[in-house]
């Protein structure tokens, strides 16, 4: 898989998700169900293919310590991500209803450290280390200013919680995605 395609796609399926969790809602409840379904495993495929996209930044930040560090950071929040994200999964396709899912999630978060770092604080290193690798990257000059402030804006609105999910991803699309004009991915493309 080339990088132009990791560094569209990990995006693009973020807003997949977020349009199909738009979708599930519709009817006042989310999950479980296909459109459920089809959202989370269009987020671990995201989530997936932002391991690629973390260690090609490190290798454009010069694998230095900090560039290394950040990237750990990132993978780390990408790592926790996936647990939530495959828990979301299997409650999905086990719950009966919403209220069953509401318990068997009360379950999970019950034990010790899960609800820190699966719910809470290890998905936020994804962002932190994926906005410090692009400001970085643009501080050197290997990525545009423009591309850092849109992973930033995207990390901003993350912060307004799952409902602002399609802007984030449109917001990562335009940071991470090639240059029309390059063809390359975004921390090669200088435009």
Known sequence: MTKAIVFTSAPLLVTVYAGLRVLDGLDGERGPGPAWTAGHLAFLAALILFVPVFLELRRLAGRGLFATAMAVV???????SMAQISVDLVVGVLA?????MRDMFADVQSVPGVNLFVYTVGPVLLHLGLLVMFCQLASAGAVPEWR????LMAVLVSL?????????GLLLCAGLAPSPRSGTSPATATD
């Open 74 to 80: 990132g993978l780390a929040g990408a790592v926790c």
């Open 96 to 100: 009966a209803d919403h209220e069953a």
């Open 148 to 151: 850092a402030v849109a992973v």
């Open 160 to 168: 307004l919680g799952l409902d602002a999910l399609p802007a984030v």
